[in-house]
């Protein structure tokens, strides 16, 4: 079967090509990016030793599925005579809310229900539905499968999905914690579990660590509890999100922002309200605002060396803070599984930084944490063992594969009799 995995953002969209036949072969890959922005429009592929891109005005998701489609078809560099030798087409989707808790083929009453799952994530669900939508004009008869990212989390007990609010309000409303990065929590746990040689007893922390990160606690193989929450602000500190705070500070801020000097409010955000405040703190917060440098870690790391713009101190209290959020997420979530067998690092701080690596797992003495600082040093891009022969904690890079998932499940969901 040939599965064209695709995972639309607010302004981008990213896809592969798998051929499950040949133990899910990735036949081609690529990037639209800049969607309708006037200038920056460009498309990125890449099949086997091809590699191309090409600057284009991509005015929404349906043009992106058209170049897409000139890609994977291409004399030169395509890698299928037409879009017919596609079987199936598989959609990472980033909040399913109350309504998605697995895998599901596109009908139109999902459709309706997706929609119903944009307060959760406005930026993603309306992409999400505008690929879709743009999939299904260039391929009206094949079959679309959305895997829910939050899905993964939908195994958390009521003790650790439930927010403290009064529960009328809560059930009316779905408020609740639903996570992210879900797929990718699945994917490098199942992976860890295979390691561990069994998935019954597994108590393991997941630290999928990027411009946006999220960290899981999977006991059995399962979710257990996770760091994002109703939205994917909460947690630890991002590239240009909050992360936790106390829920006090947003009309706090709101109600005092006119005190701050107005060369020092950020760009984008001079005047502050209750419209826009949301924005705020997904945007102008994180590594970004505590370092007044850039939502990038490895700017962020380059400023403490370099102090290029006089913000070294700033840019070394963003990188203690984002240490200092994960360390303390392993211990809680050790507690609260009453005890860890292994640690995992993903995704693109997690899986090339090794600072990070180290920092986070020093002084945990108490776990038994110890780290082979020579292994991972140099360790990035493969699936790594970094703690010492004697830590009584394994310690691992995995790198994470969100799309082998979505099209493991899209396989699967499309050979169902009924399909």
Request: charged content about 25%; overall charge negative.
């Amino acid at each position: 079967m040939i599965v064209l995995v695709v995972n639309a953002g607010s302004s981008s969209l990213k896809y592969q090509l798998f051929d499950t036949e040949k133990n899910y072969e990735m036949l081609a890959k690529g990037l639209c990016d800049c969607i309708g922005l006037k200038e920056g429009g460009r498309i990125k592929h890449e099949a086997g030793q091809t590699k191309y891109e090409t600057e284009v005005f991509i005015p929404d998701h349906a043009f992106a599925v058209e170049l897409v489609v000139k890609a994977l078809t291409d004399p030169a560099h395509g890698v299928i005579k037409d879009m017919s030798e596609i079987d199936a087409v598989g959609h990472r989707i980033v909040q399913g809310g109350p309504y998605f808790s697995d895998s599901v083929l596109v009908t139109d009453a999902v459709m309706e229900d997706l929609s119903k799952c944009v307060p959760f994530a406005p930026l993603h669900t309306n992409a999400h539905i505008q690929g879709i939508k743009g999939i299904t004009a260039v391929l009206k008869n094949v079959p679309q499968v959305l895997v829910i990212d939050t899905g993964f989390h939908c195994s958390m007990p009521e003790v650790a999905k439930t927010y403290a609010l009064p529960r009328k309000v809560a059930k009316t409303l779905a408020v609740r914690r639903y996570g992210a990065h879900g797929t990718s929590h699945r994917y490098v746990s199942g992976e860890m579990c295979r390691i561990l040689g069994r998935v019954e007893g597994t108590k393991i922390v997941t630290c999928h660590l990027g411009n946006g990160s999220s960290i899981s606690a999977v006991k059995d193989g399962k979710c257990f509890d996770t760091s994002m929450g109703l939205t994917p602000l909460a947690g630890i500190i991002m590239g240009s999100r909050t992360g936790d705070m106390d829920p006090a500070i947003v009309p706090f801020i709101i109600q005092n922002y006119e005190k701050i000097p107005y060369e020092d409010r950020p760009e984008k955000f001079k005047t502050l309200s209750v419209d826009n405040v949301n924005d705020f703190m997904n945007k102008a917060c994180g590594l970004l605002g505590v370092s007044g440098v850039s939502s990038d870690m490895r700017a962020v790391i380059a400023e403490i060396e370099t102090n290029a713009h006089g913000c070294a101190d700033d840019a070394k209290l963003a990188y203690d803070i984002l240490v200092y959020g994960i360390k303390k997420y392993i211990g809680a979530y050790a507690a609260a599984m009453n005890g860890c067998d292994a640690i995992v690092f993903t995704a693109g701080i997690g899986e090339n930084n090794a600072a990070i690596r180290r920092d986070v797992c020093r002084d945990m003495d108490y776990l038994g944490v110890k780290l082979d600082e020579k292994v991972n040093a140099t360790a990035r891009g493969k699936v790594t063992k970094l703690s010492a022969p004697d830590s009584k904690v394994e310690v691992y890079l995995i790198p994470t594969n969100e799309e082998l998932m979505i099209a493991k499940d899209t396989e699967e969901i499309v050979r169902k009799p009924g399909a």
